[in-house]
């Protein structure tokens, strides 16, 4: 009997032993469970945090007075993003980005650039110290030129990173004009007559030595005005084009649907570009020398000859006006001129029925014949563009193009989209 009492004893004994056994056993399961749990979600906080503190992003977020729906946001020109805790699940730019959240604070440690953070994650801790990145992402939109207040630190300005069918006849790009969507890139080099496109029906563009050209020999692969389509390209010329609604078989226009013809010009446009023309248009050039250099710059169609042009905001005006942009300035004249004496724009002038609009070496705004032998062209195109460009020297650049001369030079056009 005794023995059944002390087996019966020991028995318990062991159970009991193996019962704390299972319960501790059981219980770091379920702590490494949750442990694992919350550094899964800690790790995609994190990465998120390391993207948003390391490229130049400001932040703004909830004081830590602030209980409810705790936030912070990172932003930089237009974009914005959030990571805001509602209940307990963290949303990035409302998207469910972690989960068990308890608690989350921020805290920008006083004369420093350090973000702290505390986030517990189903009853684990983790606080982390962030450098915030003084180096700004440079890049910039459209608009964000467009809304600047001094464009001359953007217009002119050099960038880098276009490729396109014909790379070797351009050596330079730069920022010739920009609307809220849309920024024109023109090429700084003379354009060698080699890379100049002919006519939409074959005919070969006429040649005075390596840079030199008129329109003599394409104006028969054009009709005129009815050759020019597509609502971007019309809209360079919209007082003419689609204001006025003026049409024209004139010489001058067949010379400017040329410079239009974005199939012609096509070798210019590159993988990023919508397409490409042969130059800029009186309207462009204008709104541009105004914005960079702060004068009122105007230009109006009175008939389907071609635009005039005014010095004073529309006072008066002329069909020619001497020394009206800066010769200093090789963003709009290249004064050299060994190559040309001048660069066609995409523009009828109502000076004549023959007359294209062009810019002389010397900053002279006229009408010139389509067949003067000393001038040269510029080539644009339309981009289409998701990421900023940047600016060599003065931004960075990713993604874009253009620069302007008196010879051939190519101009272009980043439009971004979202």
Known sequence: MVSLVIYIASFVIVMAIVGSITTFFNNNIRNLGNSESSSSEYNKFNLYMLEYTKNGYEVKFS??????????????????????????????????????????????????????????????????????????????????IANASDKSKYYG???????????????????????SDNIFLIAGNYIASNYVPNGKGGSVINTNGTHMMHFSNILKDYKGSE??????????????????????????????????????????????????????????????????YGVDYKTQTSSHTGYRISKDGGATWSNDCAKMLKETDDLYVINATDKAHALWIASPAAVGNDEVMNIHYNGDIAGGTYSIEKRRFSSSCLFKCK???????????RDSIMKNSSVLTEEFLLQKFF
């Open 157 to 179: 300005a050099t960038v880098t990173g276009y490729n396109c069918l014909n790379n070797a006849a351009v050596n330079v790009w730069k920022i010739f004009y920009a609307d």
């Open 387 to 397: 990421s900023k460009i940047d600016c060599k020297g003065r931004w960075h650049i």
């Open 63 to 144: 004081s830590q007075y602030e209980e409810k729906d705790p936030y912070i946001t990172f932003s930089k020109g237009e974009e914005k993003n959030s990571f805001v805790k509602l209940g307990d699940v963290l949303y990035f730019n409302q998207i469910k980005l972690c989960e068990n959240v308890d608690e989350l604070k921020f805290n920008l440690k006083e004369d420093s650039n350090v973000l702290q953070t505390y986030l517990k994650v189903a009853g684990v801790e983790y606080t982390t110290d962030y450098v915030m990145s003084s180096e700004k992402d440079d890049g910039i939109t459209a608009s964000d």
């Open 227 to 292: 050759d020019i389509t597509g609502l971007n390209v019309k809209n360079l010329n919209k007082d003419y084009l689609i204001t006025k609604n003026y049409s024209s078989v004139n010489s001058n226009m067949k010379a400017v649907a040329y410079m239009l013809d974005t199939r012609a010009w096509a070798g210019f446009a590159g993988d990023k570009a919508s397409y490409a023309i042969g130059g800029t248009t009186i309207e462009m050039l204008l709104k541009s020398y105004s914005e960079k």
